[in-house]
């Protein structure tokens, strides 16, 4: 069975694209940035512009993900005097047209709408706090019980036994996040930005199995 092609829009250094490698889906990473470590196929591009000129269909596209720049809701919003472009809704009315199915990843604040909440405590082998909205235009369902989240180790010190590992902005010991993260490839800025690939992995699971429905009922 050929495995669907699902685009990764946004893609930075391909911490959703593993997740959805390993749930079954060939993955093609779009950027404007060029990103050496992205993982697998990479066209360097505007994001947006790649989908609204009809690049898409120069293969067979089954579903896309995108992770549209996350500044423009976070408390760096007004960092060094500078706005950040919120490309969110841009982003949801390109992929609306598509008629394909999409998840729009972003973080808490972020105007998405009836996203699902994933956290890395509810993933084994993670220890990271990194709470995540997803936006779907298909029946994504998550587990109503979430642990609570973990004491966050104080930037700058690794953590101790019961604490998660901050990842943000400037910090120190990559090896350590590498492994908090469940990423092994990125460097220290592609980890701050990243999310960990087990979140897509748990949302191509179910993506696959839509698709796969989908067929069926064609």
Known sequence: MTRPLLLDLFCCQGGAAKGYHDAGFDVVGVDIEEQPRYPYEFVRA???AFVRVGNAGWREVSAI???????????ARKLQGNDHPDLLDA?????????????????????LRDPVVLEGQMFPGLNVHRPRLFETNWPLTVPALIPPPPRQAKMGRPPVEGEAMQVVGHFSDVPAAR??????????????????????????SQLMQHLQAERVAA
Request: glycine share 8%; net charge negative.
């Open 46 to 48: 505007d994001a947006l």
């Open 65 to 75: 993900h995108a992770s549209p720049p996350c500044q423009a809701f976070t408390k």
């Open 91 to 111: 982003t949801r009315e390109l992929l609306e047209a598509t008629g394909l199915p999409y998840v729009i990843e972003n973080v808490k604040g972020a105007p």
């Open 179 to 204: 492994k908090a993260m469940g990423i092994d490839w990125m460097n220290q800025y592609g980890l701050a930005q990243a999310i960990p690939p087990a979140y897509t992995e748990f949302i191509g």
